[in-house]
């Protein structure tokens, strides 16, 4: 039988390099390819006890749940995000199935097909993808390593009015990069002049890595909190298969999503959200993290370390001051996907960055994550990778060149 | 700010009804209007060492998971839902927060707006918001007591050729209903004929009362595997906060809905299947469904002679053979609705039909849940619900006559 899709899947894109991705997870590659946290730094005892609480408060525990989420972890979200600025109660906060699920209800109640929305360019890959689920008109913005273009930001505003604009500010994925406060405060300024919503994506915000500097979230500096959509999650901080995140924002806006919501999945588990709060309540989350900064500032050195040890200009990046990724370029008549496939042969991974393009793809680009691997794994991916590269650079491996 | 939403929020309705019924659950009103099981036979003992050994398998249980769902559980429901008759293998499984992510992912990868979908009538609420919130045109088809009526069904999917036909076959929320296999056959049949996919939801389906018939599955008997989606579900049978359903169909069609799920929220709970998998390996699943059966009935039982003791003519309903609902229409002037008002005064609850309904309802009919109460409560609401019942009867309460 044919099946009779609608029209929205002819832009879900299969993805060569994810299939490619999937199979050598099986063999002896190293892979700096996913976004994944170190496992050893999971607080498994601490989620396991958690655990032990939900179930000693009662069979209640496992009956159905509010849409919305459970409201005390929703009011220590309201008072966590209060230390960074971030006014807001707990009616005002969604619980989602990772910030995954808020990135797609909010798409949903927003975007009616042909709706603009500008994004950063490199931006978030599966953001794009639910953009393009809901048939959205997609526009990057011109950008430069403190954040979107001023110039270029207002007249695409202006110009084509759209629903909302996406951004990660801070620690990005994948260039791993932040705005400046100027960039924030701009942003926000055209945002009330031109009446467009902002969603501010910040899964990464925590893993800072120097404390030297601070970085208002843009929905800190919204006071009304009228303009301001915003994001996180606890799968980096604490562990990605409980599958919690929450967003925040406008009471009308969340209370939409909500109702998107109760279509999607009525409500997600709440068993997860009991434990979470279980957790947070007892839990040392900030020296955790101060931990999960300290050891990735340590891999991504090390990665850096190796990069710089490369003899040849034709590798850049910039240096990031937090996250999971470094962004590298090499010379511009590189293909990365075609060069992944020479990396897997020599056991290394990692994403080419053509999909995290809107438009137009800069070929010569990959992503590469330090979070996942140790350091004597990251010290043994890295020379197979810098094998690879300097193979390329000596020109010896045509099949690489477009 | 006026939040510029998509047009198929629109379609979102906000519930009056759910309002009221959020209000009333804090007071002293026995309610029988949520979809709830009992919480005294959650198996939370097994659910506690289901978990425990999750965390005994390590901490990578804790990291990112597939988007399709654990694989052990999905090769688990592989094998139990050939005691159904279901052939369907593991690849053709895909995991969803509850069976309700089920119906939006295949709505989202069916439906085009005005695209139509057959339905029976009344039908399961949260189908239709689903069906809603993606523009669908939802056509009910005529039924009575066995199914579907094979005329009108015909007829509707000759000339309105649907991208699919919704069904609970087995005993339907809100209905309480159970199709004949004639008509299950009927509905395959045309199936074939006009090409077109079935959708068979199955929550209720393990609630059967006496086991004197078997109702086979719509998808047991598509033996090619070809037309009929299957979606079931935990919530009833173990616990519904874990939120874990799934959906088996053709691979083409299950490979779409889990790109829709990537874009969706990645990945459901993980920690929550893994612990599902360890609890239906351990735990004597069917003793304990075996169980509820019989409380379940006994419960049903209670109220629907509750039912037969007031003295009227003006109420009917049919007896279920299983699930978790009794379907009650009353006079035809009456409109629950209003009548919830009252009943709610009297300390009781109950669901008005309307909302079940697709385009006109019919006002004068309500449903009443018997599985989330106890035999005491049960009595006690129903004496209070008696009463409202008995007043409308000698014609005094002229405001909820309509």
Redesign the interface.
Known sequence: ?????????KM?K?SAVRELLSIIQQGDVISFA?G??F??Y?P?GE??KA??KV?AS????????LTEGYLPLRSWLSDSMKTKGIESKADNILL???S??AI?LFT?????PG?VILTENPTYL?AI??FQ??EAQIVPVDGDKDGMDPEDLEQKMKKLRP?FVYVVPTFSNPEGKVWSNERREHLLKLAYKY?V?IFEDDPYGEIQFKQDQTYTPLAAMDEGR??VMYTSTF?KTV?????TGWVTG?Y??IR?MA??K???????????QQALYYLVEDFDLKGHIEMLRVEYYQRMTIMQDYLKSIPTSSISWVEPQGGMFLWVTLDEQVDTTQLLMEAVKNGVAFVPGAPFYVGNPQLNTLRLNFTHSTPEKIKLGMDRLALVLSKLQSGTESPIIV
Not at 1 to 9: E, G, I, Q, S, T
Not at 239 to 243: D, E, F, G, K, T
């Open positions: 039988m044919r099946y009779p899709f609608a029209d929205r899947v879900f299969s996913g994944l946290p496992e050893d999971f498994i989620v396991e655990y032990q179930f009662g069979k209640s525990s496992l009956q159905y749940g989602t199935t990772g995954q699920q797609d949903r109640v927003m975007i009616s709706d599966a993808q639910v689920s809901f629903k009446n919503l009228t303009h799968s562990v990605p298969a409980l599958r406008p009308q806006v939409m109702q998107a109760q279509c999607a999945d009525l409500h997600s588990s709440s068993l997860d």
